[in-house]
């Protein structure tokens, strides 16, 4: 008997096959199917997927066989690996000087035909085989060989599936513990860093009062830049801990919206005094999203039309309107508008265009991040128009 040899490339095989994570698993009816039909193409009582393992062949599935493994030096799986891209074709291993008085051929299950193809996958390393063996001798014709070896591209292939996946699920679950993290982070800052804050702003706060008119101008310069630094601080830490928040959040759950209540709501709570001009226009009364995802986009994207406005009255104009495949939403101003060139900088993290907004409030260059990131969520697209000095248009698809 000769022992089969070892690949050139074993160490790197190996490693390889650890990562499908695919050995003493237990059986999978896709991969029983093939043996199934391995067999009845071929006329043969016994056919397996191996996968060979440093010192044993282990069936992933074993049809017409007792065990669920062998040892390596008696496989001749293990001599097929070593030809990745052949046949490895025994038609009477009794004449064979490499196999006549191997174990598995004088004793039971009497491999006297034999005929793998091996297992080769994408970094072209041969993990196995599709084998199918007779206890007599036996020769496949050319459209049993080809049919075994279209069958081992299916086997790789799945096995090239489930390693996807697992990867995937490990990346999943990688995510997930970040998530995770993130949250008890950002716990720790809102305690940490916003109680102080607050601290801070309610004893300048404090401060003003009692020294009204005991401080000089320069005096109460001071106080002021002090109350509108803390405070921009406070919102940019919200801002963080808000963005990161939704953006990991899911939007599968969906539900029926009324529109036109809807928009009425936001300008009500947007612009209770009515100092600006909230109008909309709606073709379709109802539809199905996710609400607080749209409600927050939205919100967004109303108030900045008012914080980001230098006309005397802000108007602002909302359209919904749908296709079979997306709902359709605008939002127009009549505000400052800005530079072609500038319009891709505005959606991303910590980037602002304007100093302040009309109220004199500094930008936290958070919100149209997360605006734009919430609307790829929900399967959507986000464009913008604008002319400088007479408004934007910012435009949104939802898939429906």
Known sequence: MKS??????????????REYSILDTLPEEEFEDITRIASAICDTPISLITLVDSDRQWFKSNRGLEVTETPRDLAFCAHAINAPHEIFHVKDSRKDDRFADNPLVTGAPHV????????????????????????????LDEVQLQSLRSL??????????????????????????????????SYVVSHDLKSPLNNIIQLTQILRTSLAGKV????????????????????LVDGIINHYMRVNASVKERTSVDIEQLFQDLASLIDPRKESGITWEVSSPVLET?????????????????????????????????TPEFYRFAVIDNGKGMDTADIPKIFEPFTTLQATDRFE??????????????IEK??????VTSEKGRGSEFRFTIRK
């Open 4 to 17: 089969p040899a070892i690949p050139v490339n074993e160490k790197e095989r190996m490693q390889v096959l």
């Open 112 to 139: 006297i035909f034999y005929a793998g193809v091996p297992l080769v996958n994408p970094e072209g390393f041969a993990l196995g085989t599709l084998c199918v063996i007779d206890e007599k001798p036996r020769e």
């Open 152 to 185: 081992s591209n299916q086997v790789s292939k799945l096995l090239e599936l489930k390693r996807v996946n697992r990867k995937l699920e490990e990346s999943q679950a990688a995510l997930n513990s970040r998530y995770e993290e993130l949250k008890k982070f």
């Open 216 to 235: 000089n101008r320069e005096g109460e310069e001071i106080l002021g830049y002090l109350t509108r630094s803390s405070t921009q601080l406070k919102d």
């Open 290 to 322: 996710h609400a607080v995802s749209l409600k927050q986009i939205l919100m967004n994207l109303i108030t900045n039309a008012i914080k980001y406005n230098d006309k005397e009255k802000a108007k602002i104009h909302l359209t919904f309107s749908e």
């Open 361 to 374: 409030n500094v930008s936290t260059g958070i919100g149209l991040a997360t605006v734009k990131q919430l």
């Open 378 to 383: 929900l399967d959507g697209e986000i464009e």
